[in-house]
Nanobody, 121 residues
């Protein structure tokens, strides 16, 4: 199994910053994508940002220029730096990884437990 543990959520005023971290552990052979999704109240979970193993990022249009995703392959960690936060960024943020377990035969998708981000206006 692969476990994802997130940290760094909280309450911040609009215009402020937060940094989310996620660490993957377990029987990991390889991780392709790592990323962050957000589920706002009453809405479906949506991609915020993700990054490939080679460091190529992809962002939702709504966060381009404000959020930065980075990754440490040696430590199996991914970080989302969120700046200029807006009230519409509020939601539960989930870490996501597409990984191949030791002895496994296919990549699978794994999720963290989620961390709450609340931006007050």
């Amino acid at each position: 199994q692969v476990q994802l543990v997130e940290s760094g959520g909280g309450l911040v005023q609009a215009g402020g910053s937060l940094r989310l971290s996620c660490a993957a552990s377990g029987r990991i052979f390889s991780i392709s994508y790592m990323g962050w999704y957000c589920q706002a109240p009453g809405k479906e979970r949506e991609l915020v940002a993700r990054i490939t193993s080679s460091g190529s990022p992809n962002y939702a249009d709504s966060v381009k220029g404000r959020f930065t995703i980075s990754r440490d392959n040696a430590k199996n960690t991914v970080v989302l730096q969120m700046n200029s936060l807006k009230s519409e960024d509020t939601g539960v943020y989930y870490c996501n990884a597409v990984a191949l377990e030791l002895g496994g035969w296919a990549f699978r998708t794994y999720w963290g437990q989620g961390t709450q981000v609340t931006v007050s206006s």
